[in-house]
């Protein structure tokens, strides 16, 4: 059975213990990495710069403590590969759904089951709504 390292355990606690929750049911089953939980303003702020996300510091629910959201992947990672992120979602919101959690996925921004409709993809993205 997969489990975080030590590393993405560390970024999963500054997050809201429903996405801890969440992910380490994940994990369980799909092996993945957290890369990004609570980003403080220069976080925020260079990945806005860089082109990575689309807020300025504090308005992304990174920026919230605990952080409403998460950046996950499945792993080991392949950028190339969008249907294994697009399989990982579905996985990620299935598992969400029997929590009864309301999340947003980075590659459906407006929750329409399309995903080819985004300006912005961020497929690793997840978030608690509602």
């Known amino acids: 059975m997969p489990e975080f390292s030590v590393r993405s355990e560390g970024i999963l606690l500054t997050c809201d213990p429903?996405?801890?929750?969440?992910?380490?049911e994940v994990v369980k089953t799909f092996d993945c990495t957290?890369?990004?939980?609570?980003?403080?303003?220069?976080?925020?702020?260079s990945l806005l710069h860089r082109g990575l996300s689309k807020l300025r510091w504090p308005?992304?629910?990174?920026?919230?403590?605990?952080?409403?959201?998460?950046?996950?992947?499945?792993?080991?990672?392949?950028?190339?590969?969008r249907e294994r992120f697009h399989y990982f979602a579905g996985f990620v919101m299935g598992?969400?759904?029997?929590?009864?959690?309301?999340?947003?996925?980075?590659?459906d921004w407006n929750k329409d089951w399309q995903v080819r409709d985004n300006v912005f993809d961020?497929?690793?993205?997840f978030e608690l709504i509602g």
């Open 34 to 45: 957290v890369v990004s939980g609570h980003r403080d303003e220069d976080k925020q702020n």
């Open 59 to 81: 308005h992304s629910l990174h920026n919230r403590e605990p952080s409403l959201a998460v950046d996950v992947y499945p792993y080991p990672i392949d950028w190339q590969d």
């Open 122 to 125: 961020d497929l690793g993205h």
């Open 18 to 24: 429903k996405l801890q929750v969440l992910f380490l």
């Open 95 to 107: 598992a969400a759904d029997g929590f009864k959690y309301k999340i947003r996925w980075g590659g």
